[in-house]
């Protein structure tokens, strides 16, 4: 069964930070990957997603994100985060007609 | 911006009323999903659609029931509303390529 897992449920950072998101995914056959943001009161935006070619996605806002198939991570980093970081990322995986997401992380820059 | 909307935004009613959450897309997606979400929790996928005459039912339980008649429309159903239904709904549609999901605004439902 395809399943997707994020190991931090909060992170706290200052502005100016690096940032790295864990994100762990199990799944058979094609392993399509996306990370997803909601700011404070707004819906849901892609952040970046991975289907295949360059392990290395750039998404938008300085975002990106490794896929390591041999450790079935999808982990997303940003070099310098900025206090309009602040929000809930979700990591989430496509298969059979459906996309699973892990439980989010809340992350909170402090100015 | 994804053409994906939702109504209402903002929900309070009283236990055991009727309420439909309307969702619907312009972008001619086949596939759409509602998602119920606690706040700062995760996603739970309740129903989805793969086109018009087609429902199916989430990985979460849910006591609604969905309808897709026309491609752009799809509404969410709670027959008798109850506290335990308190939760956020966040409609989706697939896109045509590239599996990327297109969110709604979501309804914040309260139930008192």
């Known amino acids: 069964a395809q399943s997707v897992s994020q190991h931090n449920h909060h992170v706290i950072l200052s502005e100016a930070a690096s940032l790295e998101l864990g994100c762990n995914y199990s799944?058979?056959?094609?392993?399509?990957l996306f990370w997803y943001v909601q700011y404070p009161g707004q819906h849901l935006q892609l952040l970046l997603k991975?289907?295949?070619?360059?392990?290395l996605v750039k998404g938008i806002k300085g975002f990106e994100a490794e896929f390591i198939k041999s450790k079935f991570s999808f982990n997303l980093r940003k070099p310098s985060v900025q206090w309009s970081d602040t929000a809930e990322y979700f990591c989430?995986?496509?298969?059979?007609?459906?996309?699973?997401f892990g439980t989010g992380t809340r992350l909170t820059i402090i100015p | 911006e994804a053409d994906i909307y939702q109504t209402p935004r903002y929900l309070v009613i009283g236990t055991g009323k009727k309420i439909t959450l309307e969702c619907s897309q312009t972008?001619?997606?086949?596939?759409m999903y509602w998602y119920q979400q606690d706040p700062g929790m995760e996603l739970h996928l309740i129903h989805y659609?793969?086109?018009?005459?087609?429902?199916e039912k989430g990985d979460l339980s849910s006591e609604s029931t969905v309808s897709r008649i026309r491609t752009e429309h799809f509404p969410l159903t709670l027959e008798s509303a109850r506290p335990s239904h308190t939760s956020q709904y966040l409609c989706?549609?697939?896109?045509?390529?590239?599996?990327?999901?297109?969110f709604g605004p979501g309804t914040r439902l309260t139930v008192t």
């Open positions: 989430a995986g496509f298969g059979n007609e459906k996309l699973t």
């Open positions: 799944y058979g056959g094609t392993v399509n």
């Open positions: 991975y289907f295949s070619g360059d392990p």
């Open positions: 972008m001619g997606h086949d596939k």
């Open positions: 659609s793969y086109g018009v005459n087609s429902t």
């Open positions: 989706a549609s697939l896109g045509l390529a590239g599996y990327e999901q297109y």
